[in-house]
């Protein structure tokens, strides 16, 4: 009777374990639909804007042409874009959990993200009159021609650039790194004596 019950035990454990990797899989595929999805490449592209937007601001903040309470006008307003582009993406999050919705992934993912196009365009409409506008207004220049002071910004903005390139390149190279080893190498390393 024990080695019965045992026995049916191990098949549902194995059973489960088998089950879970195939939903593993299928969870791979719809993401890999998705990243390939116009919506998510939209999306990315306004993310990028933005983030640019805000890089280029904080640089006018570090030389000192916006105010403390013109950067508290703009940090509310982009904490409110934050949390307008989080709520598509909780949307999504939540939609990901429903199987019918994976199945549409796998398949069909336009059909996943249609439900999203009017959030996002909203969201960076609301973003480009509330809070990108703001940045715009304070740090316009008045004058014509390129002074001292746009100079050293634009040589600020490039340094930053650069700086922000060369991390990028880094994670990369770690991440592949961190991959390539869990996935590849760590299976061919000798082990530890004492691992024998």
């Known amino acids: 009777m024990r080695l ?30 998705l990243e ?3 919506f998510i490449l939209e999306y990315s592209r306004i993310k990028e804007l933005i983030e640019t937007d805000v890089r280029a601001f904080k640089v006018e903040v570090k ?22 582009f989080d ?3 909780d949307k999504m999050k939540y939609g990901f959990t429903m199987k019918s919705n994976r199945k549409k992934l796998k398949k069909n993912p336009e059909l996943f ?13 609301s973003y480009q009159n509330n809070c990108q ?3 715009n207004a304070m740090t316009a220049s008045f004058d014509g021609a390129f002074g001292l ?8 903005l490039a340094k930053e650039i650069y700086s922000m390139i ?10 592949s790194e961190e991959y390539f080893e869990l996935n590849f190498i760590s299976k061919l390393r000798l082990k530890d004596w004492d691992g024998y």
């Open 36 to 38: 390939k999805e116009d």
């Open 166 to 175: 060369n991390d990028n390149i880094e994670k990369t190279k770690k991440m």
């Open 149 to 156: 002071s746009e100079i050293t910004l634009i040589l600020s």
């Open 87 to 89: 709520q598509i993406l």
């Open 113 to 125: 993200t249609e439900a999203f196009h009017s959030d996002l365009d909203e969201a960076y409409k």
């Open 63 to 84: 030389n000192g042409i916006v105010t403390n309470s013109d950067l508290e006008i703009v940090t509310t307003s982009f904490e409110e874009t934050k949390t307008a």
């Open 4 to 33: 019965l019950l045992l026995i049916s035990i191990l098949l549902m454990c194995s059973c489960s374990s088998n089950l879970s990797a195939q939903k593993i899989k299928n969870w791979d595929e719809g993401i890999e639909n």
């Open 133 to 135: 506008n703001k940045m």
